[in-house]
């Protein structure tokens, strides 16, 4: 947060009409103006779900990188204008392109110090030119006149500053404490901020050539950090997407096997109604073979107490005749 509220300082820093008709590297479809930062801030808040988390640190290294090059491109406008108002008849083919369409963070980077380095050895050149033009018998004129009439001077050749000197000098220290705030804002080494406390006010030739050899490798380090975050944005949507099929691919797994126990669950209900019937079925059979049995023991007894009594009375009938029998044998 900290970090996108340091970059909104610096392209508030750069006028506004340099930065109109710039799409955004993060919305390819809107004006970079147009964003609404402070929206996306609030919609990707730190918040208690991990992987929201993650979306949300993505999100804003995007917005990061979307606001870097709309500095860029501002400043790249800005230069192309002041160099077209000092030296109009300077502007190279290349500066016609149109810069603002462009989305790639590298050809960006390029253009905005191609067209740096393009306006410094043609302010170094027009300043040659001026000095070998210059009459060898001109006459001393005053400091005010010479700050009206002439377009580039260096320390060597100058009573005082001219007005372009002095805008372009400004015009570069702006963009160095820009690039040296940035360097500072990633924790990166600046090789300008050990170099700009030793300048003077005004530049000599080797000042702007040392100063442009320390812009590039502070340039060079920021595009390399550039670099290495999209490189890590695009590893951590990788292991996001990783993770992502993982989860659906557990999902699905995880549906499965409750797919399976439910139908588990139900071939189980279906094996306990069958069981609980077929008990019933054999409670059923049993209950209706003891009251067979219980009816046929009834029976028997019955048969039995018949018989008893069947019996009784052939015993009674078989002693009878024996005590005939004997009686008869007494008489003969």
Same mark, same amino acid.
């Given at each position: 947060?900290?970090?996108? @509220?340091?970059?909104?300082?610096?392209?508030?820093?750069?006028?506004?009409?340099?930065?109109?008709?710039?799409?955004?590297?993060?919305?390819?479809?809107?004006?970079?103006?147009?964003?609404?930062?402070?929206?996306?801030?609030?919609?990707?808040?730190?918040?208690?779900?991990?992987?929201?988390?993650?979306?949300?640190?993505?999100?804003?290294?995007?917005?990061?990188?979307?606001?870097?090059?709309? =500095?860029?491109?501002?400043?790249?406008?800005?230069?192309?204008?002041?160099?077209?108002?000092?030296?109009?008849?300077? =502007?190279?083919?290349?500066?016609?392109?149109?810069?603002?369409?462009?989305?790639?963070?590298?050809?960006?980077?390029?253009?905005?110090?191609?067209?740096?380095?393009?306006?410094?050895?043609?302010?170094?050149?027009?300043?040659?030119?001026?000095?070998?033009?210059?009459?060898?018998?001109?006459?001393?004129?005053?400091?005010?006149?010479?700050?009206?009439?002439?377009?580039?001077?260096?320390?060597?050749?100058?009573?005082?500053?001219?007005?372009?000197?002095?805008?372009?000098?400004?015009?570069?220290?702006?963009?160095?404490?820009?690039?040296?705030?940035?360097?500072?804002?990633?924790?990166?080494?600046?090789?300008?901020?050990?170099?700009?406390?030793?300048?003077?006010?005004?530049?000599?030739?080797?000042?702007?050539?040392?100063?442009?050899?320390?812009?590039?490798?502070? =340039?060079?380090?920021?595009?390399?950090?550039?670099?290495?975050?999209?490189?890590?944005?695009?590893?951590?949507?990788?292991?996001?997407?990783?993770?992502?099929?993982?989860?659906?691919?557990?999902?699905?797994?995880?549906?499965?096997?409750?797919?399976?126990?439910?139908?588990?669950?139900?071939?189980?209900?279906?094996?306990?109604?069958?069981?609980?019937?077929?008990? @019933?079925?054999?409670?059923?059979?049993?209950?209706?073979?003891?009251? @067979?049995?219980?009816?046929?023991?009834?029976?028997?007894?019955?048969?039995?107490?018949?018989?008893?009594?069947?019996?009784?009375?052939?015993?009674?009938?078989?002693?009878?005749?024996?005590?005939?029998?004997?009686?008869?044998?007494?008489?003969?």
């Amino acid at each position: 947060m900290h970090t996108l @509220n340091r970059i909104a300082e610096l392209y508030l820093s750069v006028e506004i009409k340099y930065l109109h008709r710039c799409h955004s590297w993060k919305f390819p479809d809107k004006i970079a103006t147009d964003v609404d930062i402070n929206e996306l801030l609030q919609r990707y808040q730190h918040g208690k779900h991990e992987v929201d988390n993650q979306v949300s640190h993505i999100v804003l290294f995007e917005l990061i990188i979307d606001r870097l090059l709309l =500095i860029l491109h501002g400043s790249w406008r800005y230069l192309r204008e002041m160099q077209t108002n000092i030296i109009p008849n300077t =502007i190279d083919s290349a500066s016609t392109v149109n810069q603002q369409s462009s989305l790639s963070v590298g050809l960006v980077v390029k253009k905005y110090w191609n067209k740096l380095l393009h306006l410094s050895s043609v302010l170094q050149q027009h300043e040659n030119d001026r000095r070998q033009t210059r009459p060898a018998t001109a006459l001393p004129r005053s400091k005010s006149s010479l700050n009206t009439e002439k377009r580039c001077q260096t320390t060597e050749t100058s009573i005082g500053p001219c007005q372009s000197c002095l805008k372009f000098q400004q015009c570069l220290r702006d963009q160095s404490d820009s690039l040296i705030n940035l360097c500072h804002t990633y924790n990166l080494p600046s090789s300008l901020a050990q170099y700009r406390s030793s300048t003077t006010d005004l530049f000599s030739l080797d000042n702007i050539n040392h100063w442009s050899d320390c812009q590039t490798k502070d =340039i060079d380090r920021v595009s390399k950090h550039v670099e290495y975050l999209n490189n890590t944005l695009n590893k951590a949507k990788s292991d996001l997407q990783l993770n992502e099929n993982r989860c659906k691919k557990q999902d699905e797994t995880n549906s499965r096997l409750q797919q399976l126990i439910n139908d588990d669950k139900q071939s189980k209900k279906v094996l306990q109604e069958l069981h609980d019937r077929k008990v @019933n079925d054999l409670k059923k059979q049993c209950d209706q073979q003891e009251t @067979n049995l219980n009816e046929q023991i009834k029976l028997l007894t019955n048969q039995k107490i018949k018989l008893e009594q069947q019996l009784k009375e052939v015993d009674d009938l078989c002693t009878s005749r024996g005590e005939q029998i004997e009686k008869l044998g007494n008489f003969s």
